[in-house]
């Protein structure tokens, strides 16, 4: 019985610490990615080389600060919101192959499942920002659940492109299929789908073109305004979380996952992420703020029809491919 | 907080366990540590000192190298850095923002006028020092500092946290005895100035006429009202624009015991706010005003600054809060 336990809890307790590694470390890299693009130096003098033990120290000021909850909110809700957001984000790395040879629960429909749990998240953003009880943090999150709900279609299209060319929707399936080529090489529908993506990756995990959620000029910080402590820790830390799943996500389907050109292995899918973050992060740093109307046109107007387009070409081709090899 | 009594208590049966204090100790150290190197201010500036602080926390100096960054939300943010002058109205600002903190919280005084009030310590509106307002750990003198000095203050209070130690200060020297004037005691003896205005004088119930038909000539817009004080009487002047010809026109008004004139509003919108400007300062009455509140001081603030017979250089002074409101503002914590 404790055996069995042991072997359930394991390899998720190796999961989430290395990936609560990865993802302090990625806060890091952002400030000094963030220094080196303003000319700065960033992270310095906590910790030897280059500021190295800056993330630790984070934690830690956070772990001892006061919590504090709003007067006249909905307590339950309030401590509820961000356990949710974290449990969720971290939840839907069980599907992803990006530590151990296997991903943790390999079904057929894996990257269905994938973008099922990680949809979940405005859940737990919405009733945070609702039990705030603060004027921008109720502003912030109704833009936000907008927002995503309405980014979530071409994200989820510009990914059926792919699986449709595979034919599958199991991540194994998809890796296995790139060993030859990767999905951004193929002609016209690779790099339609991988543009559609990418921007509403940028919209799904709140980054600058569209982080209207967290506009500190209008909302001081959007729907992490009453949260104080180890609480604003696990929004900081899950929605850093949460981002890199999209990123390891982009390298499975497009950049071919452990498909090198010299070698095959997993860890190249944490490498390919982690550039993909980089450029995101690149983005973050150069780009301005663009408003809410605006997002929405474009979302609606451009992004929503263009992707059924490539979808509907997507499945004339498979059809026409099966159709003439028979 | 919590029981006090209690938690010390439980601290106390801890203690006695073999090795507490060295574990205690240590992780004391440890938090300590990671409390000094990550203070997240709060995005907060007040006046000309804010600007040497942003200098401070952009590319040359970098703050963000101490693992400084700021946060717009006072939840999370760690260190308040008092940068420029604390008027009355602001003081009270500052006190929320403050008590919005998540303890533990510390305090910078940055620029000689959050320090003492500096050379605006005598003026009506200014708290001459924010240490009669909220505890303050660190004061950095300058006018405003340079970054570097910001920096050292920065270290300063690093070396606070790192060491356990916590100095907040109240201001703690003795408050001083207060005069209390009524503001009908103070009086000043009457100078002679002399009027200078040479432009068009017109009689104040002409005013609505005379407006209305400079209106109609294409003077829409109303570039500025403002009072002059020449002890006997008050003068009003109004300057009109026409922006298609291009011409300017200035007439006045002097008022002379009854300090009552119609108001412009309903003919010019711009005048709204201009008017309400000239009651705070000088007690205009604008009849017919729609909203005739104090703009720039508080609510329930004595007198009106720029009148001549307004005593601006006491420091006793009968107006402003004194030393021993505040200190009843500070118990009541």
New interface residues.
Partial sequence: MFNSFIEFALPIFKTISILILIVAYLVWLE?KVA?KM?????????GYPH?W??P??????LM?????IPKNSDSLLFNLGPVWIMVVSLASFALLPFYFNNPMLNVDLSFMLFIAISSLIIIGIFISGWSSNNKYALISVLRMTAQIISYEIPLVISLLIPCILIGSLSFGEIIRYQEDTWIIFYPLLGQLSFIIFFISALAEGNRIPFDLSEA?SEL??GY??????IK?ALFYLAEYVHLFGICVLGSIIFFGGSNGPFFSSNILIVIKALLFFTLILFIRWSFFRIRIDQLLKFNWVKLIPLSFAGLLLACLLKYYMDFSSL | MGDVNKSLKDIGTFMKLPGANLFITSTDQ??N???K??LWPL?FGLACCAIEMMATF??RY?L????M?T???P??A?LMIVAGTVTVKMAERIKTLYDQM???KWVIAAGSCAISGDHYRHIYSVVPGVDWVIPVDVYVPGCPPTPEAFIDGILELQNIIGEGKTSPTFNSSPVPEEKTLSPLEVTKPPKKSKNVIESEFIDKTNLINHSMDLKSQGFTYLKFITATDFDTNIVLTYFLGNNVSNKEVEFNIKLDDDMKVSSLSNIYSGADWQEREIFDLFGIIFEGHPNLKRIMMPDEWIGHPLRKEYVMDSHYYPYRPTRKEYEKWKTEL
């Fill in positions: 400030r220094a303003q000319s700065r130096v960033g992270p310095y003098s906590v500021g033990l800056q630790l120290a984070d934690a830690l000021k001892t600060k006061d919590d504090s500190e001081i910080s992490t305004t009453e949260y104080s402590g604003f | 440890l938090f540590w990671a409390k190197s990550s995005s952009s590319s970098d963000d190298r101490l693992g960054i946060r717009a939300s939840r999370q760690d998540a303890g533990p």
